[in-house]
């Protein structure tokens, strides 16, 4: 079985590999694949709504005679990956507090 990603989670993973460098779509896409089963045709959806949040912002740049569009994470985009990744350490810390208990620890606490 393949956990599923919200879209919350597609939002945050995105913005922060863009947070490190800015990356072409087809290169965003790889990265993302090499850890989760997601396609071309799922990413690019997420890109756009992205963009139309203003968390990240576009430009071109001339590649073997065309253009590659290129993502880069916006200061609002960084608010937004924060909000996420704090969300993210409280929801992780909570499943893997009942899914995988301390040794000799009850799911409980007891």
């Not at 599923?4 to 087809?26: N, W």
């Not at 139309?52 to 937004?80: C, H, L, M, Q």
């Amino acid at each position: 079985m393949a956990m599923q990603l919200s879209s919350d989670l597609m939002d945050g993973l995105v913005l922060s590999l863009l947070s490190s460098e800015d990356l072409y779509g087809y290169a965003l896409t790889k990265q993302v694949q090499e850890r989760f089963s997601v396609s071309e045709s799922t990413m690019y959806p997420v890109l756009r709504r992205l963009k139309a949040k203003g968390w990240v912002t576009t430009y071109d740049e001339p590649f073997e005679g065309r253009n590659r569009r290129y993502y880069r994470i916006s200061d609002d985009g960084r608010a937004e990956m924060t909000r996420v990744q704090e969300e993210w350490r409280v929801f992780s810390h909570n499943v893997n507090d009942l899914m995988m208990p301390a040794e000799g620890e009850k799911v409980d606490g007891k």
